[in-house]
């Protein structure tokens, strides 16, 4: 391998698992948004739907 295709290598290393690392400390300091709504809760989407009808 040449010196350059060497350079290149541990750039994309570095950026792929810099990357990686930063995101894993970034959810570990925000686990949780307290903006979502909490899930399995109904809200009746489906009641203003159009009535489908099989004719």
Same mark, same amino acid.
């Given at each position: 391998? &040449?010196? $350059?295709? &060497?350079?290149?290598?541990? %750039? ?5 698992? +810099? +990357?990686? %690392?930063? !995101?894993?400390?970034?959810l /570990? =300091? /925000?686990?949780? !948004?307290? =903006?979502?709504? $909490? +899930?399995?809760?109904?809200?009746? /989407? $489906?009641?203003?739907?159009?009535? $489908? /009808?099989?004719?």
């Open positions: 391998m &040449t010196g $350059e295709a &060497t350079i290149f290598l541990v %750039l994309a290393i570095v950026i792929v698992w +810099g +990357g990686l %690392l930063a !995101s894993i400390l970034f /570990r =300091s /925000r686990p949780d !948004s307290d =903006s979502i709504p $909490e +899930g399995g809760e109904d809200d009746h /989407r $489906e009641d203003d739907a159009p009535v $489908e /009808r099989d004719t």
